[in-house]
């Protein structure tokens, strides 16, 4: 909304501006052309002034002096001096149908209109009347006479319709600013609805009918693409789901079988071994359909937690107490490290999937390192939550693992196995808590919200 208020903001300044700059060039404009009419008609009116001035009488003759020819070259077209009866005693380039007497009638006829079609000027002297003529066509004259009521009330009307006229212009620019804007809302309602994974259809019409046309093909096409996305995820649960079901059976009967075999006092060592070898493997198969189901609930948000009141430092030593009963290598080890402000620290979560996460971790960590290595696990305070750190000495995981759980890895990479991480980080991202490799031996679990404290 504030963007919008912003945007329709910018527009009515923008055509106030250009408003105000038109109306100051117009009124620019006006003022030089008036100010050059004045000039144009101040020079014919000086220009006779000082052609009568260069008038002489010689011996009862009239003549113009060679200053005054030259100024008649320049402007003139012809110029003749009348006396008091309307003769001609002096002319200049006058031609010769109009070299004859002037009546009264005549000299008030062509002092306000024309003389034959030649604008006329005219200026008493001591000699006459001095009548100077233009070319045809350049000059416009017109008489105009008005009662001084009338003026004085075009006077009055005159600000009355500049300023309706600046008023209309106004309301002109703030309706069609309220258009736009409400062409601009529509807009920002159907990217909002996109945002939110909404169906758009806007109205296809006014200034904004190219960017809605646009934006509703946009929403049928993520509509399409989301039920297309819809029916996949469900096949592949479908898939998933059916697959674990119909493996569980049979799995189940070859685990027994193994375990009874393993069992078998009359079987040698060596098949004994081959059993506990085939149980093993049967107990991993098993494992790996759990965690993918796991996985498949977690993406798709089929996993309820069942969040309680849980204590991480008593959950941390549950897990290592459960490597270390369940037989760990002499070639790995397993060191613990609780500050204790944690010790009394209670949070909220599902204690059976943040067991299974953290097993995960340490069970990535002795896994990928057969050869022996230090797993240490840490947990200590910070900010309002707690950090978990699980890190050890072997050989690190892959950059491609990293990258391929932060969703960076390349298309052109194929994405390798990262079930157990992959589960872990759905978890605590199912929790609200963030995973984050500092390195590739070190991995940080930002838990947040805590209650408690230290003993």
Known sequence: MKSLSKIIGRYLFCAVLMLLITLFLNFFLYVVCGFQTI??????????????????????????????????????????????????????????????????????????WYLDDYPVSEWVTDYGLLVTAQPRGSIWKYNVKERAEVIRYLFFMIPITLGSNLFLLFVMVFFLGFRFYRSLRRLEVGIERLSEEKTVCLPEKGMTELLARQLNRTSDLLSRQRERLARRDDARAAWISAVSHDIRTPLSLIMGYAADLNA???????????????????????????????????????????????????????????????????????????????????QNGDLPLLTRAFSNLIQNSIRHNPQGCTVTVTAYPEQDGICFQVSDDGCGIPEAVIQSLAGTLPESEKAPHVMGLRIAWQIFRAHGWDMIFSDCRTIHILAYGRSGGAA
Request: glycine fraction near 6%.
């Open 264 to 346: 078998d006092p009359d079987l040698t060592e060596g098949q004994r071994r081959l059993a506990g070898i085939m149980e093993a493997q049967s107990l991993k198969i098993k494992r790996l359909i759990e965690d993918l189901n796991l996985t498949s609930r977690l993406e798709y948000d089929m996993q309820p937690l069942r969040s309680a009141p849980l204590k991480p430092a008593r959950l941390l030593r549950a897990v290592v107490s459960e490597f270390y009963n369940q037989g760990l290598s002499e070639a790995h080890r397993i060191d613990l490290y609780i500050d204790p402000d944690v010790e009394q620290v209670t």
């Open 39 to 112: 000039r144009t008609t101040n020079h014919s009116v000086s220009g006779i002034r000082r052609l009568s001035a260069e008038l002489e009488e010689h011996d009862g003759e009239i003549r113009m002096s060679d200053a005054g020819y030259e100024v008649l070259a320049d402007a003139w077209e012809w110029a003749m001096l009348l006396d008091d009866r309307g003769n001609v005693i002096w002319n200049w380039r006058l031609p010769g149908h109009l070299n004859h007497p002037y009546t009264v009638s005549d000299t008030a006829s062509f002092s306000k």
